[in-house]
């Protein structure tokens, strides 16, 4: 059943002026619009036709699957956006995580080793208490624990949350609009999706529109592929390093880089 008729103004009013100031999810906004307008474009074409009266129940629904094909690499480039969306979010996290144990800290080990006799003294209910306080070092103790009772994956994720609110609070919460930016536009996307099976006359059960639809994703799924994976580049690493140059090499390395980019223009 298609949507009612202001679903998509309603959900795009939901789109925050902020979340365009968001790197990992600027890029979304400029999908909605052509999302939204894939299956409204396509139901009044269909509607022109029948109106018209001059081709045959069958004839409508060609021309119909016809335009509804050509609105699909839309819909698909809206996919490959969300994904990298969700990879931009997931990478922001990851660099908040805690590293891992670094097994040649002589002082590091010998403190998880005081902890791990404290934990070896504690019945479940205390050690839970314990890590509940945010000590990494505390857990780390607890997964060398030679019994170790593996923590429950509800309480693990808790922990972790709690660990990265205090570690960060700002990326947090930046992390946390840029997935209710993800979760609508996505929201959107299968929306219209829907909407456009029900125009193009599909059955919502069978496989016939998955063959459809990926028949006239081929060119975008193609495209994509074809695209190399996305190298993590350290920003900040690079400006310590640059700050920390002279004047002189400062200014060399700039002559070089342009030197190269003039010499790509060239080619």
């Keep these: 059943m298609a949507p009612p008729k202001n679903v998509y103004q309603a959900l795009k009013a939901r789109w925050k002026p902020e979340w365009t100031t968001l790197p990992s999810v600027a890029g979304l906004s400029i999908h909605i619009d052509r999302i939204a307008e894939a299956p409204t474009s396509v139901a009044a074409v269909k509607a022109e036709h029948i109106a018209g009266g001059k081709l045959s129940v ?49 002082v590091g080990a010998m403190v998880r080793q005081e902890i791990r006799a404290k934990l070896e003294a504690m019945d479940q209910g205390q050690r839970m208490k314990l890590l509940l306080d945010g000590d990494p070092r505390v857990y780390d103790a607890w997964r060398e624990l030679p019994t170790f009772v593996p923590v429950p994956a509800d309480f693990t994720a808790e922990l972790q949350e709690r660990r990265l609110e205090e570690r960060d609070p700002v990326s947090m919460e930046r992390m946390r609009e840029a997935n209710e930016a993800i979760e609508l536009v996505d929201t959107i996307l299968r929306a219209a999706t829907d909407e456009l099976r029900d125009v193009a006359e599909f059955n919502k059960h069978g496989k016939e529109f998955e063959a459809f639809f990926a028949g006239a994703a081929a060119p975008v799924d193609a495209q994509f592929a074809k695209k190399p994976a996305p190298v993590e580049v350290d920003i900040a690493g690079i400006a310590g390093v640059i700050d920390a140059l002279s004047h002189k090499d400062r200014d060399e390395l700039i002559d070089r880089a342009l030197g190269r980019q003039l010499e790509d223009l060239k080619a």
Excluded: F
């Design 58 to 106: 069958l004839g409508v629904r060609e021309k119909t699957r016809e335009l509804a094909a050509a609105t699909i690499p839309d819909l698909r480039r809206a996919h490959y956006a969300l994904e990298q969306a969700r990879a931009n979010v997931a990478l922001q996290r990851k660099r908040l995580m805690d590293p891992p144990i670094d097994r040649t800290d002589i």
